[in-house]
């Protein structure tokens, strides 16, 4: 047990030596009790006496040792824990180096569990930016997170059933063949996960970099300002051919 409180094998075989024995012991009858070599007893001893485990006394020129009482031993290897674990806490976490790398991930399965996890972590804000049936997925923990005081902002592309508050609704235009499923998802001002379908298949990059959650971060909120325009003058931009021409070109 003295080991998972930092001490050496030799020091608990000496310390339970010695608290087995109604007796003070010198070195020599240590030895004996402990199994610890002759050699390295003195050390031991002394190492002992530092930590305030043993007591010891001169008499008739033997040095003798008795060991610090076992309820004593219990109160001190507290109070040394919960001195530790205040010193932890005082500890500063050193700022991390940015983290400007970017993470690319395949596979819709993969895509769809580490947009879980990258909301999970959330603890300011999300942006979530994707179709209906894929936000479905996580709605629940959405509305959770903004239950929490997360703010959350959703722009959704198909009609999608939620509590969380702020949500703007696109519905593609039926002659629009070029819109491709994706989803952006942002959070705490930090980090963005963007996936798209490239040639049939769902690919993702994952990152922290500064520019690309500025980026995608527009990203959103121009979407979020193209389906406000389009709900309230849609009918007239669809009739002036050159900016039909340019929203169904659009691909997410």
Do not use: C
Not at 190 to 206: C, D, K, P, S
């Amino acid at each position: 047990m003295l080991q998972q409180f930092g001490f050496t094998q030799y020091e608990s075989q000496v310390y339970e030596a010695l608290i087995t024995i109604d007796e003070a012991l010198d070195a020599t009858a240590i030895v004996k009790r402990s199994s610890v070599p002759r050699s390295k007893v003195y050390d031991v001893l002394r190492r002992l006496s530092d930590k305030g485990m043993v007591l010891e006394s001169t008499v008739e020129k033997k040095r003798l040792y008795t060991p610090l009482p076992l309820e004593s031993a219990i109160s001190k290897l507290r109070r040394d824990f919960d001195d530790n674990i205040t010193q932890l806490k005082s500890i500063q976490v050193q700022n991390k180096p940015a983290d400007d790398r970017v993470w690319t991930l395949k596979d819709d399965q993969s895509i769809d569990s580490l947009v879980s996890a990258i909301l999970n972590h959330a603890t300011t804000s999300i942006v979530f930016s994707g179709w209906a049936d894929d936000i479905e997925q996580h709605n629940s923990l959405l509305e959770s997170k903004e239950n929490n005081g997360v703010s959350v902002e959703i722009h959704t592309i198909g009609n999608l059933t939620t509590k969380v508050n702020n949500v703007t609704t696109l519905i593609p235009d039926s002659e629009h063949q070029n819109l491709e499923r994706s989803r952006i998802v942002i959070i705490d001002k930090e980090e963005v996960l963007f996936a798209g379908i490239e040639e049939t298949n769902w690919q993702a990059i994952h990152t922290k970099s500064r520019p690309l959650v500025t980026f995608f971060t527009e990203f959103f909120y121009h979407d979020v300002a193209l389906t406000a325009i389009t709900q309230k003058f849609g009918t007239m931009m669809m009739e002036d051919s050159e900016i039909r021409n340019v929203l169904l070109k659009l691909r997410y």
